[in-house]
């Protein structure tokens, strides 16, 4: 005898924009506790978005608001990542819409990462709050692999923005441009680039173009996870900003502003905001049900 049982719920939303066609798309499963490791890749591959997040039971002594802690796991079409910002937003919009804005905690991979949800002007706005960051360095041969694998010149660099790899969740090398034309021209060398972010645990290429003292272009190449480029990026925001202040390029308290998926048709919006005494990253945005 067959027996049918429905599969889970997949919701879309996008993150970091109001917009449905803006921002960037994840799935989310607000009860994954039935499905294994290959079903929540299924469902991502399935969806082709670059991230789709699955809420599960939260691990014992997870503190927080009751009811209002989980566990979360982030699947790209190709894998597991141990962190995703845009999809910890759209989850945590779903949410809200369900049980109301307030508190939320979430467990991943990465660390326990507090979430607040805010109705503003009618719209829900989230903010997540990263795990402690840090900042490191690349080595010489391997940043002229990332150019090459670009096929950006290295004089097309913004010198006043040095090369670093920065995690705050998940770890991403940070380049910047020295002219938004430079930031808008990519096509790079998909397998190139893929081969050298798995051999550096790299989840994107954070690629930045400061248009002012605290607004920023970004895009963010993520082969790794099997698409070509990530629309919006908040754990990418988030390295960015503890890159920022670990350089001494914005001030200790400082709120940034990063542009996202214009050059895809997409445009959203991140907000990055920095607190004096306290290293972790708050990373804001809106977000929209799709459909």
């Not at 499905?35 to 002594?61: N, R, V």
């Not at 002007?121 to 150019?147: F, K, M, N, Q, Y």
């Not at 923005?161 to 930031?183: K, N, Y």
């Amino acid at each position: 005898m067959t027996t049918n049982v429905p599969g889970p719920e997949v919701l879309r939303y996008t993150a970091f924009s109001s917009d449905p066609d803006g921002g960037n798309p994840a799935g989310v499963v607000l009860d994954a506790a039935g499905l294994g490791d290959a079903d929540m890749l299924g469902i991502a591959a399935d969806l082709g978005y670059s991230e789709s997040a699955f809420l599960t039971p939260p691990p014992e002594g997870l503190g927080g608001p009751e009811g209002r802690v989980y566990g979360i796991r982030y699947f790209s079409p190709k894998a597991e990542v141990p962190f995703c910002g845009h999809a910890t937003v759209a989850t945590a919009i779903a949410l809200a819409e369900r049980i109301g804005p307030g508190e939320l905690v979430f467990a991943t991979r990465a660390g326990t990462v507090p979430v607040e949800v805010r109705e503003e002007g009618g719209a829900l706005r989230a903010t997540l709050t990263s795990v402690e960051p840090h900042v490191t360095g690349i080595d010489d041969a391997d940043l002229a692999e990332a150019l090459a694998a670009l096929r950006w010149p290295a004089v097309d660099l913004d010198p006043a923005f040095p090369p670093r790899i920065a995690f705050a969740g998940a770890r991403h090398l940070v380049l910047a441009a020295a002219t938004r034309e430079r930031l808008a021209d990519l096509a790079y060398d998909f397998a190139r680039l893929e081969a050298l972010m798995h051999r550096l645990d790299l989840t994107t290429v954070q690629l930045v173009w400061r248009e002012s003292d605290t607004v920023f272009h970004v895009r963010d190449p993520f082969p790794v996870g099997g698409v070509v480029e990530d629309p919006a990026t908040g754990a990418a925001a988030a390295a960015f900003g503890a890159y920022t202040r670990e350089l001494g390029l914005v001030p200790e308290d400082a709120v940034l502003t990063l542009h996202q998926g214009h050059d895809l048709g997409r445009p959203g919006e991140l907000t990055v905001t920095l607190h004096t005494g306290d290293p972790r990253i708050r990373v804001s945005g809106t977000g929209a049900r799709i459909g």
